[in-house]
């Protein structure tokens, strides 16, 4: 058994909160529905990239490359400049869907190049041209293009030109579940030696200026010599952590709340302000960082000048220790001798982790290729908060008030709360999780961490999750869309595949995924099967086919559409609680019932779809057309 199944062992039985660090940070918290409070639900609008470095979020935070607690109270990530571009590089750039030729579109390059199950260590790659970033080229030159057109990359502009660059390196190993150890290396891959400011950066979520009265966390500087700065980072329900940084940077301190003179011209209450270490380090404006060295945000600054085809190294840790503990045997300090047999130990049982779940059959070239793709699938992790209930209540949306203004989308949905760790489709252009992605990153996933793959399967189908009529939410655009229904077969196929590793399934978790699935089952029976045929509606299906009406939606000019390519799925859910409740059957007789309701499930489920000759034969297809219905060949307005 490796060491880091080992780790998963002792976080699945609670022995150690291994999984409780991790890479839980969004790459793009700004345009999200979550922080979208406007009339129309124009969330691009509303939350620009522009505002993101001056206005506190509210629902979740971003950052490059960084790191978070499972419930995203305190965060770190990098910031960086090069001396010319005119904002730090915070948080990833990239198009809105209406600037896009092809819609949204992250216009940067970063790379995860490796993660452990239990974020044990990771390590991801950002390039950072060292010539101003163009910003305003890409959204113009983009904008002139049409849907034909390739899309304006990055790379086109000429910014990395004679590999004018540098490659930022992050690397991060835990030393224990509350350790974290990491090191930044900057390699200049240019002619020419090139500065670059360097600015790791330790701040809190802003859950204090949305009216509930939660207490203020803090951050100060807790001691600084010549060769160590520590922040010490105050929480009342994460208790006390330290942030250690090796050498001698500059701590400059500042307030993770709004600018509001620079976005509203409504004067500040504070001077310091989310973007005011950019205006100290951009602009050189030093009066707005705090000289009190208090706040609740803080970066590191190191300047460091790298000679051409040279890197240089930063550590930093984060840590539960204090700084007594720290100076004590083995450590001797934050970064001494322990610091780098830490790093070389957690690399060392990355390779023996993947070695062994890695088939022989695969080249050293592929098993590299299967590494890094599970690698990214596990840096794809993201905290998602999101209460429904209180988000409709902020815009004055309250389902229950008789004088509510009409919400722009989830009105149906008031009893979601999620406040979890999740899997996105991708964390900067869809950081929010969709319900049948997630039942395909679950497959990939179990084959690393069945835990965690269970749980998330195991997340969808909780009281504050699904609707109470029992449907599964989509995604945070429209969590009353309808998806295909993979959920039972990602199921049975996780179940499965934990079994063959194991030689033991887990049949108390198959027990209660099939009794929420069964609700799930019965809202689509009742609910997309309108004339009782069992020949199944649609919505956003299959190929993600969006048509020019919202399928899942009464039409604007009345009436409906007549379709039909849910059928197919829905029998293949029949066979998938079939192959569910046989299984459960198997040590539990009382599922035997179960079995034999969905045999005959598939059988009428898969009827409408065999006995089709053609629509105008005047077979067993025009069965299906009564009251001119014309099935799945092709949708009509009744």
């Known amino acids: 058994m490796t060491t880091e199944i080992q780790r998963l062992q002792a976080a699945r039985e609670g022995n150690a909160a291994w999984k409780m660090w991790g890479p839980y940070l969004s790459e793009r918290q700004w ?91 990771m390590k991801y790659l950002y390039k950072y041209p060292q010539a101003a970033y163009p910003y305003d080229e890409i959204v113009k030159a983009n904008r002139w293009r049409g849907k034909n057109d390739q899309e304006y990359e990055l790379l086109d502009t000429g910014v990395f030109n004679e590999d004018r660059y540098f490659d930022v390196f992050v690397e991060y190993a835990k030393g224990g579940p509350e350790d974290i150890l990491i090191e930044i290396t900057v390699a200049n891959r240019g002619p020419e030696a090139a500065t670059l400011q360097l600015l790791p950066t330790l701040w809190f979520r802003n859950t204090w200026s949305w009216g509930d009265n939660s207490e203020r966390p803090a951050l100060e500087c807790a001691a600084q010599t010549d ?8 929480h009342p329900k994460l208790g006390q952590r330290y942030f250690y940084c090796d050498g001698a940077p500059t701590l400059l301190f500042t307030e993770n709340d709004t600018n509001t003179q620079r976005l509203f011209g409504v004067p500040n209450a504070t ?41 240089k190294t930063v550590k930093l840790r984060l840590s539960d220790a204090n700084p007594s503990a720290m100076t004590l045997p083995p450590e001797g300090g934050p970064f001494g001798l322990s610091f780098d047999d830490v790093m070389i130990s957690r690399r060392r049982e990355a390779d023996e982790f993947y070695a062994s779940i890695t088939p022989k059959k695969l080249s050293e070239d592929e098993g590299r290729v299967m590494r890094q793709a599970l690698a990214g699938m596990l840096w794809s992790k993201q905290f998602y908060y999101y209460d429904i209930n209180k988000w409709l209540e902020e815009r004055g949306c309250d389902p229950f008030k008789r004088d509510r203004k009409q919400a722009p989308r989830n009105d149906h949905w008031h ?29 990939a996933l179990t084959m690393v961490d069945p835990d965690f793959g269970k749980q998330q399967l195991d997340l969808m189908l909780r009281e504050h999750y699904m609707h109470p009529n029992g449907q599964i939410p989509a ?23 934990e079994k063959g590793r194991t030689g033991q399934g887990d049949t108390k978790w198959l027990e209660r995924c099939f009794q929420k699935l069964l609700l799930n089952f019965t809202w689509w029976v009742n609910r997309k099967d309108r004339n009782g045929r069992n020949v199944f509606e649609g919505g956003f299906l299959g190929l993600d086919n969006i048509g020019v009406f919202d399928r899942s939606a009464a039409l604007p000019t009345g009436g409906y559409l007549e379709q039909a390519d849910g059928t197919a799925w829905m029998a293949l859910y029949c066979q998938n609680m079939l192959e569910i409740a046989s299984e459960l059957a198997a040590t539990d007789e009382a599922y035997a019932e179960m079995s034999l ?35 799945q060949f092709g949708s009509a307005l009744s």
């Open 227 to 234: 060769s160590l700065a520590i922040v010490a980072a105050t």
């Open 475 to 497: 995604y945070e655009w429209n969590f009353g869309d309808v998806n295909p229904p993979v959920h039972a077969w990602a199921t049975i196929f996780t179940y499965r595949l």
């Open 271 to 311: 001077p310091f302000v989310k973007d005011s270490i950019n205006d100290c380090v951009v602009h050189g404006q030093a009066a707005v960082v705090n000289p009190a060295k208090t706040g609740t945000k803080v970066a590191a600054q190191y300047v460091i000048t790298v000679p051409a085809g040279q890197s």
């Open 415 to 443: 009893h979601m709360y999620n406040a979890d760790v999740i899997s996105m489709p991708d964390k900067w252009e869809y950081p929010w999780y969709a319900a049948w992605d997630l039942a395909f990153h679950v497959i």
């Open 31 to 121: 345009g999200t529905v979550r922080e979208d409070y406007s009339d129309g639900g124009n969330a691009w609008d509303y939350f620009s990239h522009d505002q993101a470095r001056s206005r506190a979020y509210h629902w979740g935070e971003d950052g490059l490359g960084g790191i978070s607690d499972n419930k995203q109270q305190l965060c770190f990530a990098l910031a960086l400049w090069n001396g010319k571009d005119p904002i730090l590089k915070e948080r990833l750039f990239g198009l809105t869907n209406g600037e896009g030729n092809h819609g949204e579109d992250v216009k940067e390059y970063y790379f995860y190049l490796d993660s452990t199950p239990t974020h044990s260590f």
């Open 597 to 631: 309701k969905f045999i005959r499930r598939v059988a009428v489920t898969e009827r409408p779809i065999t006995a089709i000759e053609s629509p105008l034969d005047g077979g067993p297809a025009a069965a299906l057309r009564g009251d001119g219905v014309r099935g």
